[in-house]
C-alpha cells in the first residue's frame, strides 16, 4: 500500500486542533478534567492538544482494537484498561476516526458502568457510514470520505502514522 493522495495538510489539521482546544478550554474552564486517549492512534492528536489546554487536567490511555488490517472485526477487546478511578470525573475520550461507531459506543458503556461524572467525545476524522451506530461528538474534526485513510496517528499495519497530515492509500 502506498500513499494516493494527500487529504488534509498539517496546516489544516493544526488549525482545528486549536480551535477544538479553546471549545474545551470555554466549556471545562474552573473544572477538572480527564483526557482519555484511545491508543494507538490518538496519540498525536492528543499531543497537540495538549499544548493548547489551558486547563486541571490529566491524561489517561486505553487501548482497544477493533481493526485487523484495514477491517474491522465487528467487536472490541480492551488491551489496556484505565490505571484510576473515574468515578465522579469529568472525561473527555479522544479517539483519531469514527467509523462504525462500534468501538466508542463499547467505550461509552464501559465507561458509564464506572460512574464519571460526564463523557464527552472529541473525534478527529469522521467517516461516513450507512450502519454507523450512533455516537454524541461533541468536538469533531473534519469529516471524511470512506477511503482508507494513514497519518496524523492513523496507520496501515504500523505504518505512517507520523505523518503529519491526513492521506489516502492506493
Same mark, same amino acid.
Given at each position: 500500500? $502506498? ?6 495538510? @498539517?496546516?489544516? #489539521?493544526?488549525?482545528k486542533?486549536?480551535?477544538?482546544a479553546?471549545?474545551?478550554n $470555554? ?5 477538572e478534567? =480527564?483526557?482519555?486517549? #484511545?491508543?494507538?492512534?490518538a496519540?498525536?492528536? +492528543?499531543?497537540?492538544l495538549?499544548? $493548547?489546554?489551558? %486547563?486541571?487536567?490529566s491524561? @489517561?490511555f486505553?487501548?482497544i ?5 484495514s ?6 477487546? =480492551?488491551?489496556?484498561d &484505565? ?7 469529568? #472525561?473527555?475520550?479522544? @479517539?483519531? #476516526? ?5 468501538? %466508542?459506543?463499547?467505550? =461509552? ?5 464506572? $460512574?464519571?461524572?460526564? +463523557? ?6 469522521i ?9 454524541? +461528538?461533541?468536538?469533531?474534526g473534519f469529516?471524511i ?5 494513514v ?11 507520523e &505523518? ?5 492509500l492506493?
Amino acid at each position: 500500500m $502506498n500513499i494516493a493522495k494527500k487529504l488534509i495538510s @498539517e496546516k489544516e #489539521i493544526q488549525e482545528k486542533i486549536v480551535h477544538l482546544a479553546n471549545q474545551i478550554n $470555554n466549556d471545562y474552564k474552573g473544572k477538572e478534567l =480527564i483526557i482519555l486517549g #484511545i491508543l494507538k492512534g490518538a496519540f498525536i492528536a +492528543i499531543s497537540d492538544l495538549a499544548k $493548547n489546554l489551558n %486547563l486541571d487536567v490529566s491524561f @489517561e490511555f486505553m487501548s482497544i482494537s477493533s481493526y485487523e488490517g484495514s477491517e474491522s472485526t465487528g467487536q472490541i477487546k =480492551i488491551e489496556k484498561d &484505565l490505571d484510576i478511578d473515574i468515578s465522579g470525573k469529568n #472525561i473527555l475520550i479522544v @479517539e483519531d #476516526i469514527f467509523d462504525t461507531g462500534l468501538t %466508542l459506543s463499547s467505550l =461509552i458503556d464501559i465507561l458509564e458502568s464506572r $460512574n464519571p461524572k460526564s +463523557i464527552e467525545i472529541m473525534c478527529m476524522f469522521i467517516k461516513p457510514h450507512d450502519k454507523q451506530i450512533p455516537v454524541d +461528538i461533541k468536538y469533531q474534526g473534519f469529516k471524511i470520505g470512506s477511503d482508507f485513510v494513514v497519518g496524523y496517528g492513523l496507520d496501515y499495519m504500523g505504518r505512517f502514522r507520523e &505523518l503529519p497530515y491526513l492521506a489516502a492509500l492506493s
